[in-house]
C-alpha cells in the first residue's frame, strides 16, 4: 500500500512541477518529486541510493530555489485551483498503469557483491575518473561565470 | 507495482515537459525528472534482485547527473542575464534579431 502511496505522490509531485506557473512552487513540487523518489528507494530496500538522491536533491533544490527566485519573472501569473486540481488528477491517472499493469519478466543476478565492494573493488577506476569528470566540468563553469563577471567574452 | 510502468511515466512526463515548456527553468525540470525516472528503473531493477552493483552504479549515474545540472544552470543564468529573460521563443527572437543586425 505504501508503494502506491509514494508512487502516486510521486507522479502528482512531478506534473506539478512542470506545469504550475510560479516558479518557487514549482521548485517546491520538484522537492516533492526528490523526496518520494529517495523514499520509494528507501521503502525498497535501497538504502544508500535514498541517502545519495536525498543528498543530491537537496543540493539541487537550493540552487534552483536561488536561481527560480533570481531569474523568474515576477509579474508571471498565478495558476488556477482548477489547473491544480486537473494536474494532480492527471498524476493520479498516469500512476494507475503502474500500480495495476504489470510487464517486469523474472530479473537475473549477475553478481552478489555487496555494496562497498561493488563501488571500491568492481568500480574503482570508474569512481577516480568520476572525481576527474566532476572537477573538470567545476572548473570549466567557474571560468565560464568568472568571464561573464568580468566582462570577457 | 510495476516500477517500469513508473519509470516509463516519469520518462513521459519529462519529455511531454521538454515538448510544451519555453521556460529555461521548466525545461532544466524536464531534464531532472527524466533522469530521475531513469536512475528509479535502475535502483528498483537492482534491488529487486538483491544486489550492491546496481546501488554502486547509481551513485555515478548521480555524479554525471550532478555535472550535467550544473552546466545547466550555468547556461540558464548567463543566458537568462544576457538576453533578460528565460522564454525560449523571446531568446531566439532575440537572436536572430541580432544576426540579421551583423548581417546588415
Given at each position: 500500500m505504501i508503494l502506491e502511496v509514494l508512487s502516486i505522490g510521486l507522479l502528482v509531485s512531478a506534473c506539478l512541477a512542470l506545469f504550475v506557473d510560479e516558479p518557487t512552487y514549482s521548485v517546491a513540487a520538484l522537492s516533492g518529486t526528490f523526496l518520494f523518489t529517495a523514499l520509494l528507494y528507501s521503502v525498497n530496500g535501497a538504502v544508500y541510493a535514498a541517502i545519495f538522491q536525498f543528498a543530491v536533491g537537496v543540493g539541487t533544490l537550493a540552487i534552483l530555489f536561488l536561481s527560480g527566485e533570481m531569474l523568474s519573472n515576477k509579474t508571471a501569473k498565478k495558476t488556477s485551483p482548477a489547473k491544480i486540481a486537473t494536474l494532480i488528477g492527471a498524476g493520479v491517472i498516469l500512476s494507475l498503469p503502474a500500480i495495476f499493469l504489470s510487464v517486469s519478466g523474472s530479473t537475473v543476478t549477475y553478481s552478489d557483491a555487496s555494496f562497498g565492494d561493488a563501488l571500491w573493488n568492481l568500480n574503482g577506476l570508474d569512481v577516480v575518473l568520476q572525481a576527474l569528470v566532476i572537477l573538470t566540468v567545476a572548473l570549466g563553469i567557474a571560468i565560464i561565470l568568472h568571464e561573464r563577471k568580468s566582462g570577457g567574452r | 507495482m510495476d516500477f517500469v510502468i513508473l519509470s516509463l511515466a516519469m520518462l513521459a512526463i519529462g519529455i511531454f515537459g521538454l515538448l510544451t515548456n519555453r521556460q529555461l527553468l521548466k525545461v532544466f525540470i524536464s531534464i531532472e525528472l527524466i533522469a530521475t525516472g531513469a536512475t528509479l528503473n535502475f535502483v528498483m531493477l537492482a534491488s529487486s534482485s538483491g544486489q550492491g552493483l546496481g546501488q554502486a552504479l547509481l551513485v555515478l549515474a548521480f555524479s554525471t547527473d550532478t555535472a550535467l545540472s550544473a552546466v545547466i544552470l550555468a547556461l540558464l543564468v548567463i543566458v537568462t542575464k544576457r538576453y533578460?529573460?528565460?522564454?525560449i521563443n523571446e531568446i531566439l527572437k532575440m537572436y536572430g534579431e541580432k544576426d540579421s543586425e551583423a548581417e546588415a
Amino acid at each position: 500500500m505504501i508503494l502506491e502511496v509514494l508512487s502516486i505522490g510521486l507522479l502528482v509531485s512531478a506534473c506539478l512541477a512542470l506545469f504550475v506557473d510560479e516558479p518557487t512552487y514549482s521548485v517546491a513540487a520538484l522537492s516533492g518529486t526528490f523526496l518520494f523518489t529517495a523514499l520509494l528507494y528507501s521503502v525498497n530496500g535501497a538504502v544508500y541510493a535514498a541517502i545519495f538522491q536525498f543528498a543530491v536533491g537537496v543540493g539541487t533544490l537550493a540552487i534552483l530555489f536561488l536561481s527560480g527566485e533570481m531569474l523568474s519573472n515576477k509579474t508571471a501569473k498565478k495558476t488556477s485551483p482548477a489547473k491544480i486540481a486537473t494536474l494532480i488528477g492527471a498524476g493520479v491517472i498516469l500512476s494507475l498503469p503502474a500500480i495495476f499493469l504489470s510487464v517486469s519478466g523474472s530479473t537475473v543476478t549477475y553478481s552478489d557483491a555487496s555494496f562497498g565492494d561493488a563501488l571500491w573493488n568492481l568500480n574503482g577506476l570508474d569512481v577516480v575518473l568520476q572525481a576527474l569528470v566532476i572537477l573538470t566540468v567545476a572548473l570549466g563553469i567557474a571560468i565560464i561565470l568568472h568571464e561573464r563577471k568580468s566582462g570577457g567574452r | 507495482m510495476d516500477f517500469v510502468i513508473l519509470s516509463l511515466a516519469m520518462l513521459a512526463i519529462g519529455i511531454f515537459g521538454l515538448l510544451t515548456n519555453r521556460q529555461l527553468l521548466k525545461v532544466f525540470i524536464s531534464i531532472e525528472l527524466i533522469a530521475t525516472g531513469a536512475t528509479l528503473n535502475f535502483v528498483m531493477l537492482a534491488s529487486s534482485s538483491g544486489q550492491g552493483l546496481g546501488q554502486a552504479l547509481l551513485v555515478l549515474a548521480f555524479s554525471t547527473d550532478t555535472a550535467l545540472s550544473a552546466v545547466i544552470l550555468a547556461l540558464l543564468v548567463i543566458v537568462t542575464k544576457r538576453y533578460g529573460t528565460s522564454n525560449i521563443n523571446e531568446i531566439l527572437k532575440m537572436y536572430g534579431e541580432k544576426d540579421s543586425e551583423a548581417e546588415a
